[in-house]
């Protein structure tokens, strides 16, 4: 009897969990699969500028002093506060009792070893020219720490926000290029080459109630068919920049996702290698701009959707002017200039573009088609995404390329004349380095009025298109960014609607 009484409760307990539902995404929303469009060259936000590293990294697992946060605006973040008398000396108040995802506390001398890092050119920091302001780190508690400046630097405190600020334990600094620490709502917890990178939830987070997500994985797909194909059989939960835009209506049209559209910092562009002729003749590069008809190149490429650009500012730039209607397609004027340059019949040249990103080939096609009218051959050369950074941006080895630039504030990249489309303007640095030291709103404004100008009539690239923040979710994702003011995909505040 008291054999039989034993079984019988061994098989309701298994009965009792035979019957537990499995749980779906709507009802165990504790996790995340982000598709994401190209996988990290590396982790190291201090090694690499590549957005496909800080569209993981920044803000989920490490983080800067100040933030951008998702209306653009500069707030304190690892620093509770920050205070300068004379733009010159900037004290920064960190929070206390903030914790690298090791255990450690975030201390004044971590801020200070992550910038002297920076600053030293055995680094090799991508961002270094951004510090070359800074003439002291100086801490004066373990909580109190003031950056004193050579001189004044209106840009400080957006070079504080950059990816390539945040702050790590110098103890990590020999594995954060397959494994980064630091102080983000998420711990780093694998990447598996070729395929993903797993985050998990970082419960010691300084933000009170943050994150609302256990676990997000990031899985790396580059072709938009096979991402929407990913989004409707259930495989990933956010599409981040992967779905073509002639796949949007369609996914619209489906009650299980939602949609978003939106502006970024991301500028698209068909640079000229301003070194190698017939580029280095002004006459030519504005031939090139009036040749293109951007119109058309943003029906080709995104279906119509986002903004024409005729300057690097980007709209979500509060120094932003419209310039995209002074240098109009004008195929009679291309031509015009074309003869005057000494090229009558025009010339042949070779443009290299990256498959992976999509837009790049496609805007490639639609800028040959123009450029044959005013008898400048294009011959389409589509390489690895590794050899175009090699070749292209390492080397500046290229006639012409494409591709997106999507860091926040980057017009200092023209005032570079080892830049990798070479423009080299001893007038337009001259603005540059008014702008950086014109700490008054209304005569920054002023200036970058007038480098925006310059960039127009010097032309040393066609800006494109802005493009467009393209986001697919499940329906009962909640917190997604619509506008993209930063180079990060900040899942922070990202979580699943209880389900009804």
Do not use: C
């Not at 989920?60 to 000396?89: I, M």
């Amino acid at each position: 009897m008291r054999r039989t009484a034993a079984l019988v409760v061994v098989l309701a307990a298994l009965l009792a969990v035979a019957v537990v539902p499995v749980a779906t995404p709507a009802q165990a929303p504790r996790a995340l699969v982000v598709q994401s469009q190209t996988e990290p060259p590396g982790l190291d936000m201090t090694a690499t500028p590549a957005t496909a590293t800080s569209g993981v990294i920044f803000y989920n697992v490490q983080e800067a002093l100040v933030k951008v946060d998702r209306h653009g605006k500069l707030v304190p973040w690892l620093a509770e506060r920050w205070h300068t008398a004379d733009n010159r000396n900037y004290t920064f108040f960190l929070k206390k009792g903030v914790r690298f995802h090791n255990g450690r506390e975030l201390k004044a001398a971590d801020v200070k070893y992550a910038f002297e890092r920076a600053l030293n050119p055995e680094t090799k920091h991508p961002y270094a020219k951004d510090y070359e302001a800074i003439g002291d780190i100086i801490v004066k508690d373990d909580y109190t720490v003031t950056f004193a400046l050579k001189s004044v630097n209106a840009s400080f405190l957006q070079n504080i926000a950059r990816a390539g600020s945040v702050i790590y334990p110098r103890e990590a600094v020999e594995t954060m290029k397959s494994h980064p620490i630091g102080t983000g709502p998420f711990r780093f917890e694998e990447w598996v080459r070729g395929d993903r990178i797993v985050l998990t939830k970082n419960p010691d987070y300084h933000v009170k109630g943050l994150p609302h997500l256990d676990r997000v994985t990031f899985r790396f797909i580059t072709d938009p068919n096979a991402v929407l194909a990913a989004l409707k059989a259930g495989d990933v939960d956010v599409s981040l920049f992967g779905l073509g835009p002639e796949h949007v209506q369609d996914v619209q049209k489906d009650a299980r996702f939602q949609v978003l559209v939106g502006d970024t910092t991301n500028d698209v562009i068909l640079a000229m290698n301003n070194s190698r002729k017939p580029y280095t003749d002004v006459r030519v590069r504005r031939a090139m701009t009036y040749g293109i008809n951007k119109s058309d190149v943003l029906k080709g490429a995104m279906f119509g959707m986002g903004k024409i650009l005729g300057t690097n500012v980007d709209p979500l730039n509060p120094y932003y002017v419209d310039m995209s209607k002074v240098m109009p397609y004008d195929p009679a004027k291309a031509k015009q200039l074309l003869a005057e340059a000494g090229y009558p019949n025009g010339f042949d040249t070779v443009l290299k573009v990256a498959p992976q990103y999509y837009y790049t080939v496609r805007s490639g096609e639609v800028i040959a088609e123009n450029l044959k009218k005013i008898g400048v051959n294009v011959k389409i050369e589509q390489i690895e995404w590794g050899q175009w950074l090699s070749r292209v941006f390492r080397e500046a080895d290229f006639d012409l390329t494409i591709i997106g630039h999507a860091e926040a504030w980057d017009i200092k990249n023209y005032a570079n004349p080892k830049y990798y489309f070479r423009y080299d303007s001893p007038k337009f640095q001259e603005l540059f380095a008014k702008s950086e030291v014109t700490v008054d709103d209304r005569a920054r404004r002023d200036v970058y009025v007038q480098m925006q100008k310059l960039m127009v009539e010097d032309a040393p690239v066609v800006w494109l298109f802005m493009h467009p923040r393209l986001a697919v979710a499940k329906k009962g994702v909640q917190g997604l960014w619509k506008d993209l003011p930063a180079s990060a995909a900040d899942l922070s505040e990202v979580a699943w609607a209880p389900a009804k």
